[in-house]
């Protein structure tokens, strides 16, 4: 059965204070990772989808990596505006066109 | 652009009542989902659909059903709701089969109360 587990479930930040979130996953056959953003009371916004092992993907303060196990939001000198909830979902060869999500981690940057 | 459209944005419900939540994308896009969202759980898919008239099976199909008659329109439905069913409801569409260049694209959620 695929799945996904997000840590932490919650961090909190300093401006600044650089950071990694966590998505480790097991799936037959990954044909993609996919990182989304929540902002409080919207849907989940699209940021990045890795392919393969050893893939990277950038968007401004953000860095996405894939291992053969598990994924990193890498995120460098965070500021307030990037506090949300980023979700990591997985679609694998047998839940082909479904994505099966991870809980989440919410994240604070104070000021 | 509005993209993925929800409607109605919040609903409260009394158990046994029915309500059909609507879901309309002007992208042109084949493939449309309903998810809920609950606390602790993650995303967890309801139904889809991968063309106009097709439906099928998600994860949690129990309570709900679901019918594609325009490619542009996902209706959900509840025909007699129960407070397990309290949740925010979402609603996302895609290009073609999630995978390579074809990100989900979401609604802003339809939030239900069943009291």
């Known amino acids: 059965e695929d799945q996904v587990t997000q840590s932490p479930e919650a961090l909190r930040l300093q401006e600044g204070e650089s950071s990694s979130l966590n998505c480790s996953y097991t799936?037959?056959?990954?044909?993609?990772l996919f990182w989304y953003r929540q902002d409080p009371g919207k849907g989940p916004e699209f940021l990045f989808t890795?392919?393969?092992a050893g893939e990277e993907k950038e968007k401004e303060r953000l860095k996405a990596t894939l291992t053969k196990k598990e994924s990193f939001l890498h995120i460098t000198a965070p500021k307030p505006e990037d506090s949300a909830t980023y979700l990591c979902a997985v679609q694998g060869s047998s839940n082909t066109g479904k994505l099966i999500f991870g809980q989440g981690t919410t994240l604070q940057v104070k000021p | 652009n509005a993209g993925v459209t929800q409607t109605p944005k919040f609903r409260v419900l009394k158990t046994g009542q029915s309500m059909t939540l609507l879901c309309a994308q002007d992208m042109n896009h084949e493939y449309m989902y309903w998810y809920r969202q609950d606390p602790g759980m993650g995303l967890r898919l309801i139904h889809y659909s991968v063309g106009e008239g097709t439906t099928a099976k998600g994860e949690v199909p129990d309570g709900y059903n679901v019918s594609r008659l325009k490619k542009q329109n996902f209706l959900l439905g509840l025909e007699s709701a129960a407070p397990s069913q309290t949740s925010v409801y979402f609603c996302?569409?895609?290009?073609?089969?999630?995978?390579?260049?074809?990100?989900?694209?979401f609604g802003n959620g339809t939030r239900l109360t069943v009291t």
């Open positions: 890795l392919y393969s």
């Open positions: 996302a569409s895609t290009r073609k089969q999630t995978g390579v260049n074809s990100p989900l694209h």
């Open positions: 799936v037959s056959g990954l044909r993609g």
